[in-house]
């Protein structure tokens, strides 16, 4: 079963190996868990994992790359440090240009892995702090009507009360009560921090 809290998952078809590394992280106290290949990680992934993902890059079956690619497009934006005994730069550059965070050679200094899981761990929850606040800004404007969001879009593109009126064909007053009533639901108080809140929320695609 799979956890919101920071783990580590591994995921090499070796059991030596999987248990080498498992000892490795309890020698640090991490959490982690591990799998014996890409396709029984793949049946229990899900966006909200959060930590590390340590992944063998040639398995039978499915290979680390292929499942790094569909985690991808399944919204599972792991940190991914791949480990391999088979490594060389063209590899090694596939792996990097596909978004892999790190990558590493069999066999490695358990304290160089270490170091490189915790990178990996600290860029995930940083990544996650960001995300959490993209999706919270959407949510503020998810609260507008279709007439505020109107409105709202016409702020943002820069213009002023008298061309929203022309352009959404209502009363400049009404253009102000708008703007009003959405500074007040997304729980702003002045244009600047409304424009800066709606970009923030922008980035995630939503608004």
Request: aromatic share 4%; charged share 20%.
């Amino acid at each position: 079963m799979t956890s919101k809290l920071p783990t580590v998952y591994i995921v090499d078809d070796d059991e030596a190996v999987r248990e080498a590394l498992g000892a490795l992280l309890l020698s640090v106290s991490q959490r982690y868990q591990s799998f014996p290949s890409a396709e029984a990680f793949l049946d229990v992934a899900h966006p909200d994992m959060r930590g590390c993902l340590l992944l063998d890059v040639r398995m039978p079956g499915m290979s680390g790359l292929v499942l790094h690619q569909k985690l991808l497009e399944q919204g599972v934006t792991l940190q991914t440090l791949i480990i391999t005994g088979h490594g060389d730069v063209p590899m090694a550059v596939r792996a990097l240009k596909a978004g892999v965070a790190d990558f590493i050679e069999k066999p490695f200094n358990g304290q160089d892995l270490l170091d490189r899981i915790q990178t990996c761990l600290n860029d995930d929850q940083q990544l996650w702090h960001t995300q959490q606040a993209l999706n919270e800004a959407a949510a503020r404007f998810d609260t507008l009507t279709p007439r505020e969001r109107d409105v709202m879009a016409l702020v943002a593109a820069g213009a002023h009360t008298k061309k929203i009126a022309a352009q959404l064909n209502i009363h400049e007053r009404t253009v102000d009560v708008h703007r009003f009533n959405i500074m007040r639901k997304v729980g702003v108080r002045t244009l600047a921090e409304l424009l800066r809140l709606w970009s923030t929320a922008h980035q995630t695609g939503q608004p």
